[in-house]
T-cell receptor, first 116, second 112 residues
Framework: DARVTQTPRHKVTEMGQEVTMRCQPI?????VFWYRQTMMQGLELLAY????????DSGMPKDRFSAEMPDATLATLKIQPSEPRDSAVYFC??????????????FGPGTRLLVL | SQQGEEDPQALSIQEGENATMNCSYK?????LQWYRQNSGRGLVHLIL?????REKHSGRLRVTLDTSKKSSSLLITASRAADTASYFC????????????FGQGTILTVHP
């Protein structure tokens, strides 16, 4: 059955290291969303894409975060350099409706990131 | 705030009881969606209710929307231990291009 996949599922790294998280959206979905979830802030939207073009990345710290979709089957979220405050669960979600207001989102299992 | 405010923050009930969660918001919406998140997992879409709808059902779920009061409720009837999860409301606005703003969630615990 179709699912959003994310790799890695867990990542422990040291402060200052680069972190790359990958997401494979459901085939045929043309919107992709990146979220960060923490106990304090809840679920925050970092960036999203429609047809591989970035629509909004205003939720993302620009100095260290970058998000791309090199092709329709891969979305990446990079943090460079990573900091302890980046520790969180990062979710990717995809949607089938091209960004219509009735878009429903299908979430991946998340990448649990710990920056020491 | 542009996100939904959920109430209660936590709810503990016995199996077989009904669970009601509420979501209030401040700005106009195109639709409101409810999602469930089991511990350690991603969110799963439950139901979408459009701004021109007042009530919607899906299995044991009943969602209501009152746009005059800017509030929604999610009712789970005859709850089961497997319903234990966090429940989030998410707001969609007309020009949001699919962007959703999630509330902080209600943690539901159903005791067997």
């Amino acid at each position: 059955d179709a699912r959003v996949t994310q790799t890695p599922r867990h990542k422990v790294t040291e402060m200052g290291q680069e972190v790359t998280m990958r997401c494979q959206p459901i085939l045929g979905h043309n919107t992709v969303f990146w979220y960060r979830q923490t106990m304090m802030q809840g679920l925050e939207l970092l960036a999203y894409f429609r047809n591989r073009a970035p629509l909004d990345d205003s939720g993302m710290p620009k100095d260290r975060f970058s998000a791309e979709m090199p092709d329709a089957t891969l979305a990446t979220l990079k943090i460079q350099p990573s900091e302890p405050r980046d520790s969180a669960v990062y979710f990717c979600a995809s949607g089938p409706h091209g960004g219509s207001p009735q878009e429903t989102q299908y979430f991946g299992p998340g990448t649990r990131l710990l920056v020491l | 705030s542009q996100q939904g405010e959920e109430d209660p923050q936590a709810l503990s009930i016995q199996e077989g009881e009904n669970a009601t969660m509420n979501c209030s918001y401040k700005t106009s919406i195109n639709n409101l969606q409810w999602y469930r998140q089991n511990s350690g997992r991603g969110l799963v879409h439950l139901i979408l209710i459009r701004s021109n709808e007042r009530e919607k059902h899906s299995g044991r779920l009943r969602v209501t929307l009152d746009t005059s009061k800017k509030s929604s409720s999610l009712l789970i009837t005859a709850s089961r231990a497997a319903d234990t999860a966090s429940y989030f409301c998410a707001l969609a606005r007309g020009t949001s291009y699919g962007k959703l703003t999630f509330g902080q969630g209600t943690i539901l615990t159903v005791h067997p």
